[in-house]
């Protein structure tokens, strides 16, 4: 250590309002809900990593590469995203990780009220026992102190998930994935957790890109229907889905640039699908076949009770050098607005109502929680509004959300927390952001008397535990 | 009372800020608003109930079945609208009316966060003396002491206006309706307080809906003007606006499903209409003519003085099967963005700064009080923003509206607050809630130094009495 | 004085939040900032006023004629912008000028919770020692108290500029200007501080607006290049951007009614180009080639490295009647949403990760902020976000921007404060403001275990300088 470490540690009242009376009640309300087991019900973790309890190889790999989140903004500031090892799997030396990981703590400061900040600090102190804060002087002590413990059994995947007490993890999956992985889990009996796929199925709802004619032939293959025929989708669809529940999966998930739902009516749609498999779609048709696609995916949701999770509403691959050279997902996304009300009025008016149909949705366009999602939540049976998700995943997003949603949209409407990543490693941390914040909402409500304890502890635990697993429906 | 019953109270300090100094002068603020008269100058209250001071009959009928912000709550977790006595006016036994109370407390715990507990829990307790909370335990006994208390003379309409202190109360007309109750009322000498008519014609101006054909026969014969062609509608129109003037009416109230106010010319609105007497007319020349139609009331509001109120972008009758099995306003509305800039400007540049013509324009989409509203209002003598509607008619979200209004729309170009309710028994504690949340808003201001305790304390005053009465004309 | 008068002071406290802990960081932050230099990249204070050290009229003419910002809300209550010295340069006799100022003393309270009354206060206290409340009993005291400093050389600009520890201003100007103030003040050995120009060219880039093609020929005239063609718009935009540049700018700024950067093709431009300078341009076809010219812009900047802002999405001249009456700019103009994400896909798909270029979004559309501009500054290296521009230059959006935007944008992708502003006489009010507001959100990030003290400090002095020295390439 030289004269330019600083210390760092958590404080156990992080996130907690400054007021101190409304502080003791959040602090009360957290001790209650701070150590209950996670349940995780969407989240991207490869199932691999898991069933063959894969140990970590270095810090960067660990914790920048995959993280899109970290990367993009030292990206902003210029950083080659190629010298943080993206993309994923490219040839990464451990000198190039090390110096991957250098230009991290040198590049620190920037993370400044994110919160990433927030989860890498307790992803540091907590896991791997670090006491100083990244710097350019202290990047190889902590790359060092990481490295020696990923080397040890009890940082392995499955020690892990022991440690961080996750009873319940979702992973995302195609639909033509074997769940090879997932069955390996379930057949185990030395493994006591539960990891479940999640059916995925955009790429083969979007008629209109190129991909998609190659992934119907796959389809047809896996599933063993012909998918030359809008009838034939259907059928090879409901196999599938059938195939992941067989397998554990709890929910489908979706994201396209809208949310459209509006169906082609039959002819229509059959004539579309196959000038689709002829290739011969344009945008426009394609963007009205997907949303009957999505259609017929709540319809089949209705049926065989797979929660219905929608994040929709982004601008993919924004940047197309950035995808070109290093592939999608490494943080050139952007939201955009999305129009719920008009969107899912024919799903909603389809299975809104159904006691067997469950859709949530999860947006980053704020403007819609109070004007549409509260509102349409609070009416329909079915609808659930999700937590903020990815770019609004964050301290001060996240009372807006609650201050937004709850007064129409009740606390019973939301879902519970998702964590929504790929970074296993901060998965505890996440959910403690979460509980933490939803306490400091709670407590605010009680401090203003518009709540009493006894109601704020019973939603504590509810938020946590009760409304998780009734939306998702949990397996016990 | 069981072991199980949870003492229901009120606290005074309720909705005020947790932080000492600034709640001592929310306190102060208050103390000097609480107990001023209340004036409503926009509501839904059925006029027949005060002329003729028609006794409640039932819990349930009173507080549950007419109210659908309480009743889309239970909906969205799947309880029958109809075992809440929806719609009203159905069959409904006493029996029924104790068993919809029952579900209500049953699933009070539903209401945590919402205003409708804020609302509810003081009509409870100041109203009907309840001290328990609502409960599967406690259903029959709340039932049982609200009962007893509707068969007393002192809660008939009449002694709970006076009770309530109700100066003025506007309720909400079909330009056809010959006002008797409201007549009666005037001719009452017994009866102290106003209870006046607003215009209310969306119907009339909707030409592309089933129902305006017979719509425009019967503003025939009401009026006397001959309606088959755009000039005898204005005639009508003009005649009806007049019939209300002469009422006591003090404005109109619109609500469409957009702000378009841009005028056809006269050529094409001649056109357009006869096309529409016709039932030729097609959903976008109906939105233009309608758009037009707008238009034309504003010009009349510039010269009868009837002042303009606007509650747009709504999605009316969401849920079809909904509305087909219990009719509109029964809670599946849905708000939608809204565009005022654009939608406002014919308006706007034809009397935005006529003297004689005055506009509030109320809102679900907040989007628009930075943006739009509050810009234009600062600017235009004639526009007024409306405070927050409906679904965002809360405290976080009045909060959200003082702090995105106030910086360049000012507090003298806001409407003052209206209850927009139905729910007669709810008056009181809506505008009890009002007045805490801008004296919570004040006092914030104080202890931050933006405002003196003078300005605030005279700001308090205005925004109950002053401004309301000035917006609207309010008579003495 | 008289009993009526009301004292006048500044509380040091101003805008600091109640919560005493949180406070007490905040002053010690502000303490540190507070009496750093202003650097000011963007503004609109006439160059002429500075070269030529043009003494100020009279107190209505120098505070209210030309600040729209203040004459709108007395407007907004039906007084007319005439009785106010509007427009700039109309008759103005010393009568009218006290009478102004007694209307605007009379109308003091509809500032309340306004911005304009923070910093009016502050101008009248610190710069003029005023010691009363403005009233209609204390105005002809208060402007005799000014038009008597005003009179006196330490309140002549330069003098002025000096006490304010301006170091950097920028001013706005028309691409044809000569730069003559410009030049003047450059080769004054005697002044100290630096004035640089603006490269505004906004007219330029409308070519369906009546005033292009005289603009051309102007241009033509100007540049020595002919304008007749696209490819001379180019060489003559290079010329004056390059002249621009030798005379100091730093930057060039645009604002049009939308955000669209997607350029023509080069054949499609040039037939368009040469439609436009035959006066037969379409709206539509102006609107497709102006977002073509400012893809040039972009293009031109990631060359000739002057950074680049947009402050977009205002309808300008909204009331018809005011422009034709006022002309330009007198507080009539309205915000309207803008669309970041397709707007600026093809100038950041271009230039965005260009070391050279530089481009700063400043909205008055809020929900921008958290949904496409916080995450698109994130990851672009060339894209930073605006602070709260205009209409939501206040204190409750400036908090609302930094919590937006800090989460996924960070501190380090925003621009700095600029004021934007005529009001002289402001600068040091509206940079104050700033610096506590962020002084605020910064000591909340404290109290609330987000930050530590020794970061907040450092972020502290940052945003004031090393931020926008860095974003606008401010010169030592």
Redesign the interface.
């Known amino acids: 250590m030289t004269g330019m470490t600083?210390p760092l540690t958590l404080?156990p009242?992080?996130?907690?309002?400054?007021?101190?009376?409304?502080r003791a009640i959040t602090r009360k309300l957290y001790q209650q809900v701070k150590d209950l087991p996670i349940i995780s019900p969407h989240g991207h973790v490869p199932p691999a990593w898991i069933a063959d309890d894969i140990p970590f190889s270095d810090p960067a790999s660990l914790l920048l590469t995959p993280d899109h989140y970290v990367n993009?903004?030292m990206?902003?500031?210029?950083v080659d995203l190629a010298d943080l090892g993206v993309p994923v799997g490219s040839e990464f030396s451990a000198d190039q990780a090390r110096n991957a990981w250098r230009i991290f703590c040198k590049n620190w400061?920037?993370?400044?009220?994110?919160?990433m900040?927030?989860w890498m600090e307790m992803e540091l102190v907590e896991i791997f026992g670090v006491d100083v804060t990244p710097s350019e002087e202290t990047a190889d002590q902590i790359y060092d102190t990481i490295q020696s413990a990923i080397e040890k059994p009890e940082f392995k995947p499955r020690a892990l998930m022991d440690r961080f007490d996750i009873k319940f993890m979702a992973t995302t999956d195609d639909p033509c994935d074997d769940l090879a992985f997932h069955e390996k889990l379930a057949n185990d009996a030395s493994f006591k957790r539960q990891v479940r796929p999640t059916f995925r199925p955009d790429k083969y709802l979007e008629p209109a890109k190129e991909a998609w004619n190659g992934l119907m032939d796959k389809l047809a293959e896996v599933s063993g229907e012909n998918t030359d025929t809008f009838d034939g989708w259907i059928k090879a669809m409901e196999n599938r889905r059938a195939y992941f529940k067989d397998h554990g999966a709890i929910s489908s998930d979706h994201s396209h640039a809208d949310l459209g739902t509006e169906p082609l009516d039959k002819a229509e749609a059959d004539r579309l699908y196959e000038r689709a498999r002829q290739g011969k779609i344009t945008a426009e048709e394609g963007k009205a076949l997907r949303q009957t696609f999505i259609f017929e995916q709540a319809r089949m949701a209705s049926e065989d009770g797979l929660v219905m999770t929608m994040h929709p509403a982004v601008?993919r691959d924004?940047?197309?050098?950035?995808a070109e050279r290093f592939g999608a997902d490494v943080?050139?996304?952007?939201?955009?607005?999305v129009?719920v009300?008009?969107g899912l009025?024919a799903v909603?008016?389809a299975f809104?109502?159904n006691?067997n149909y469950r859709l949530v949705i999860f947006t980053?366009?704020?403007?819609v929680y109070?004007?549409?999602l509260?509102?349409?939540?609070?009416?329909?049976?079915s609808l659930y509004v999700g937590v903020p998700w990815w770019?609004?995943d964050?301290?001060?997003?996240i009372k807006?959300f609650r201050?937004?949603v709850?007064?129409?949209g009740?606390?019973?409407?939301t879902s519970g927390f998702i964590d929504d990543t790929r970074a296993f490693l901060s998965i505890p941390a996440r959910h403690d952001m979460s509980r933490r914040l939803d306490c400091v909402h709670l407590s605010?409500?009680v401090?203003?008397?518009?709540?009493?304890m006894?109601?704020a502890e019973?939603?504590a635990h509810e938020l946590v535990v009760d409304i998780p697993t009734h939306v998702f429906s949990i397996p016990a």
Chains 1, 2, 3 share one sequence.
Request: aromatic share 12%; no cysteine.
């Open positions: 600083v404080n009242d992080r996130l907690f309002p400054a007021e101190q009376s409304t993009r903004v990206h902003g500031q210029g400061k920037l993370y400044r009220g994110t919160p900040k927030y601008y924004y940047d197309e050098a950035t943080g050139s996304d952007a939201p955009t607005a129009d009300v008009h009025h909603l008016n809104g109502k006691p980053m366009d704020e403007t109070s004007r549409e509260g509102p349409l939540a609070g009416f329909y049976p770019f609004i964050a301290p001060d997003a807006r201050r937004a709850t007064e129409y009740t606390f019973y409407k605010e409500l401090a203003e008397h518009r709540l009493t006894e109601e019973e939603l």
